[in-house]
Antibody
Framework: QITLKESGPTLVKPTQTLTLTCTFS??????????VGWIRQPPGKALEWLAL???????RYSPSLKSRLTITKDTSKNQVVLTMTNMDPVDTATYYC?????????????WGQGTLVTVSS | QSALTQPASVSGSPGQSITISCTGT?????????VSWYQQHPGKAPKLMIY???NRPSGVSNRFSGSKSGNTASLTISGLQAEDEADYYC???????????FGGGTKLTVL
């Protein structure tokens, strides 16, 4: 059974750096073809891909946010970490961790429950 | 502004069928058979309902079906039920990015 769970701060101040951790079970990020990524959703708005990392350390980023994002993996801990610099109130959103495979071209078949991050001073 | 265009809302009565459209370009929807549909109930994570245009994951009701014509993909829900009331998002592989793009979402109301 595949599960993913997000953890991190619920409140960050403008200009601060956000660090989110996705801890997963039921699969290994060392298995060929597997990927874990991050998707966010501002309140009342649409979904937006942020970043995705594959088993071979191939990393993909949203073109509009690439300069602010870093995604890394710790295969031994079954974790993927996303950092986003220079946070702004418009970055207030629910952040989801997501499982995908390269064969699925980015389709997400398993989602974490999401974590709401508010950016406010 | 989302890369894929969906109607903001659709509605239907129980037992009826509805279709939600997702319009892109030849660089995404029209160029590849990698269109997915997600269902999202309020306060919940999205759930994959359709992948690769028309395939259903195990456990998804066969009342849900997907198709594509040109640059527009469609999700059809037949035999509408109250539990189908939710937001629906399409997504597609795109040559313009290394990540998929989402539609703006459609709110389905079951009257």
């Amino acid at each position: 059974q595949i599960t993913l769970k997000e953890s991190g701060p619920t409140l960050v101040k403008p200009t601060q750096t956000l660090t989110l951790t996705c801890t997963f079970s039921g699969f290994s990020l060392s298995t060929s073809g597997v990927g874990v990524g991050w998707i966010r959703q501002p309140p009342g708005k649409a979904l937006e891909w942020l970043a995705l990392i594959y088993w071979d350390d191939d990393k993909r980023y949203s073109p509009s946010l690439k300069s602010r994002l870093t995604i890394t993996k710790d295969t031994s801990k079954n974790q993927v970490v996303l950092t986003m610099t220079n946070m702004d109130p418009v970055d207030t959103a629910t952040y989801y961790c997501a499982h995908s495979t390269i064969a699925a071209a980015g389709t997400v078949d398993y989602w974490g429950q999401g974590t709401l991050v508010t950016v406010s001073s | 502004q989302s890369a894929l265009t969906q109607p903001a809302s659709v509605s239907g009565s129980p037992g009826q069928s509805i279709t939600i459209s997702c319009t892109g370009t030849s660089s995404d929807v029209g160029g590849y058979n990698y269109v997915s549909w997600y269902q999202q109930h309020p306060g919940k994570a999205p759930k994959l309902m359709i992948y690769d245009v028309s395939n259903r994951p195990s456990g998804v009701s066969n009342r849900f079906s997907g198709s594509k014509s040109g640059n527009t993909a469609s999700l059809t829900i037949s035999g509408l039920q109250a539990e189908d009331e939710a937001d629906y998002y399409c997504s597609s592989y795109t040559s313009s990015s290394t990540l998929e793009v989402f539609g703006g979402g459609t709110k389905l109301t079951v009257l």
